[in-house]
Nanobody, 116 residues
Framework: QVQLVESGGGLVQPGGSLRLSCAAS????????MGWFSQAPGKQRELVAS???????NYADSVKGRFTISRDNAKNTVYLQMNSLKPEDTAVYYC??????????WGQGTQVTVSS
């Protein structure tokens, strides 16, 4: 059974930084892609950043230049370095992983709050 466990959320002031981590377990294979989605209150869940196992990345326009996704394929772990955080980045951040059969898995979510 695949499980994704996130860590690293919290409260930070505008302009600050946070690093999210997500460790996947229960799969003998490297995931085709891993990434992060965010969901603010009253809004739909949307892609923040994703990375394929070959290193190809995708970013939402709103985070380009501020957030960096990385992954350790050997550990099936994905990270999101978030710099220059803004109040509008406040959301629950969900880790996701897609396997080679296109099954999608989700973490439980971690709250990120950007406020002074």
């Amino acid at each position: 059974q695949v499980q994704l466990v996130e860590s690293g959320g919290g409260l930070v002031q505008p302009g600050g930084s946070l690093r999210l981590s997500c460790a996947a377990s229960g799969s003998p294979f490297i995931f085709k892609s891993m990434g992060w989605f965010s969901q603010a209150p009253g809004k739909q869940r949307e892609l923040v950043a994703s990375m394929y196992k070959d290193g190809t990345t995708n970013y939402a326009d709103s985070v380009k230049g501020r957030f960096t996704i990385s992954r350790d394929n050997a550990k099936n772990t994905v990270y999101l370095q978030m710099n220059s955080l803004k109040p509008e980045d406040t959301a629950v951040y969900y880790c996701n992983a897609d396997d080679i059969l296109n099954s999608r898995f989700w973490g439980q979510g971690t709250q990120v709050t950007v406020s002074s």
